[in-house]
């Protein structure tokens, strides 16, 4: 790949500023947390595309070399349409702006997400090149959007929020993430960590997945079509497992796929939902706790 092509991703060190960072250009105030509940009925479409095992090859590589550890320039800078590859289509409507995009992550650290390099990953992805292009002007308000199939893309402080629980401010190599929807999670995910891989049971959000995230050229997505409670054991173990659907518990098949140390966020329960921190301690140990109240779609086993 050469120099010219390598407009998306970003290095997150051409995002972030560090010893500022962005919660800090942003005068982050403690607030009460949104939840993806308290703004799902403000949500609409989009429309996701999957890389599967196929699209590793693609995607395959490490050129990324795992954005995590790169976020150590001095200057910080954002991903403007120029940016991006010819084929995005980057429209200059002023409700997909750069600005609308600063302002969007502006009031998710207000309401308490503090990881800079989460924040510049929020940034830097834009999220309406994952939707419809009829809700677009809906991209960067905090709501969760439909994607079709009863699925929804989630609100961006509930991304920021499950990505900086499981970071924990530390390294996160290999991340697994159960329900790849359209794409813009693992997008986000794949800024913060050296390898991320994504499952998704409903073919043609797979194939959407795809379609959405190979404009980007992210090289350290691994996108798979599959039943995601059984998770992905011929790669594990995984310093981090993020659910994008809510089951009444995780499943003991992700459990034992987390490395020692390792970190699991999901949603959890029925009517009622909660965010669940499960961290392995030993080989047969783990510890859990309950964080805030939230909304998703419900996880199901199998593939449609």
Not at 49 to 58: D, R, T, Y
Not at 72 to 89: D, F, H, M
Not at 274 to 297: D, G, T, Y
Request: hydrophobic share 40%.
């Amino acid at each position: 790949m050469s120099g010219k092509e390598k407009r998306f991703p970003l290095p997150l060190s051409s995002v972030v500023n560090k010893g500022k960072g962005i919660g800090a250009s942003y005068s982050v105030k403690t607030a009460t947390p949104q939840t993806a509940m308290q703004n799902q009925s403000a949500s609409r479409g989009l429309s996701p595309k999957p890389l599967s095992s196929g699209i590793a090859g693609i995607y395959g590589g490490s050129s990324m070399q795992g954005a995590a550890q790169r976020s150590t320039a001095s200057a910080s800078a954002e991903l403007r349409p120029s940016q991006l590859p010819s084929q995005v289509n980057t429209s200059p409507s002023p409700l997909v702006s750069d600005a609308v995009r600063r302002a969007m992550v502006k009031r998710v650290a207000q309401q308490g997400v503090k990881d800079s390099m989460v924040l510049g990953a929020l940034e830097a992805v834009p999220r309406h090149l994952f939707i419809d292009a009829g809700l677009s002007s809906q991209a960067y308000i905090d709501a969760s959007l439909p994607i079709g199939h009863h699925q929804t893309i989630s609100q961006p402080y509930i991304v920021a929020r499950m990505i900086e629980i499981m970071r924990n401010g530390g390294t996160l190599n290999r991340v697994l993430e159960i329900g790849t929807g359209c794409g813009y999670q693992a997008a986000v995910l794949s800024l913060v960590a050296k390898d991320v891989y994504s499952i998704e049971r409903i073919k043609a959000l797979h194939e959407l997945a795809k379609t959405n995230l190979r404009p980007m050229r992210i090289a350290n997505i691994r996108l798979h079509y599959g039943d995601g409670m059984l998770g992905l054991p011929q790669v594990a173990p995984f310093d981090g497992i993020i659910l994008a659907a809510a089951g009444m518990e995780v499943p003991q098949a992700l459990l034992d796929q987390l490395s020692i140390g390792g970190r699991l966020i999901a949603p959890v329960g029925g009517k009622n939902q909660v965010l669940q921190l499960i961290q392995r301690v030993a080989k047969n140990e783990w510890s859990s706790s309950v964080l805030e109240q939230c909304h998703f779609v419900p996880l199901h086993k199998g593939v449609i």
